[in-house]
């Protein structure tokens, strides 16, 4: 845009948002532009105007020196420095061998609102979603036990379920489905009525709690869940967290597991070396028998994408692929910058040979729909 033709301040201060979001940045910052954008998006444009050439900017509430001097930019039609500066490291790849599988992903099928944990309402991540070419997303909000989490009773779902399905004509053709991120009980069940479940499109399940179990104990319960019948998406297996940047290409099999035969190829935690500050170690659980498992069942295992997770390591991605296992990459964005964290998922499948079309969210939606549809 040249110079002196006002720019969308508004639309300026949400990109900045987002991609300091997709460069995993503090979320005091990001909530700083977006208080800013809303802030900017309520105020009269003529006394946006006086404000902008008498300083008084900042007198908005929300809006600080950093922001004012963006929107100030973007009213004189430059484009923000802030933004210059985030978009030109923004478009660097990931791994070039990754480039291919994102750019046939169709979709994203781990995502997390403000009905839950997120950070975002529904028509943001929606939006967000939209603006990457997706063609759909599955909001995957939190079950009822997970409260630290503000998981969704039956009802509070059954709500939300009714406003995905109500927004459908508004953002057709693209597809916003139904789903939920649902708690695999100690017992192996999961924490959401059956029924429920099978109204969904999309059901991801996660174990969150007892991640320190012994090996037997956590390879039953997985396996019980699997063998509900109830679930589309093994969720993030390991439950391991990195103290990594999206940056970091430390590998994985670093993490000390042990790898003696098939108990081994599970996640292991104790490894004797000292634990990062943040991190947590992988569940032990016999993986040989939850992907055999998961591949009877046409359960995916996902590759989250997360830079705090990548997970599952590289090694239980490799048995995965000879168990013969569907995958789903995932972004498990709690933020609409989150969702194109994509990349860095792909870039693992990709160097552990994963076939795309064995990657669920590769499928157009009435193929995946159809593979979900088995719930039912």
Known sequence: ?????????VADLRRIAFLLEKANEATYRVRAFRRAAAAVAEADPADLARRTENGGL???????????????????GEEPVYLRRLLSTAGRSV???????RHKLKGDLHSHTDASDGGSPLTE?????????????AVTDHSPRLTVANGLSPERL???????????TDVAPFRLLAGIEVDINADGTLDQEPELLAELDVVVASVHSGLRSA?????????????????DILGHCTGRRLAARPTDTADDDSTGAKR????GSGAQGGSGRRRRSGSRPESEFDAARVFAACA???VAVEVNCRPDRLDPPKRLLRLAIEAGCLFSVDSDAHAPGQLDWLPYGCARAAACGIDPDRVVNTWPVDRLLAWTARRT
């Open 1 to 9: 845009m040249a110079a002196g033709t006002p720019r969308d301040p």
């Open 58 to 76: 900042t007198d908005l509430p929300g809006v600080g020196t950093v922001t004012a001097r963006c929107v100030e930019e973007s009213l004189r």
């Open 95 to 101: 791994d070039e061998d990754g480039d291919t599988l």
């Open 125 to 137: 991540m929606a939006s967000a979603a939209i603006d990457l070419g997706h063609e759909y997303l």
């Open 158 to 168: 059954r709500r939300q379920v009714r406003q995905i399905r109500s927004l459908a």
């Open 215 to 231: 090996g037997p104990v956590m390879t039953e319960r997985m396996l019980t869940a699997i063998r509900t019948g109830q679930m």
């Open 260 to 263: 003696s035969g098939t108990k």
């Open 296 to 298: 009877e069942a046409e």
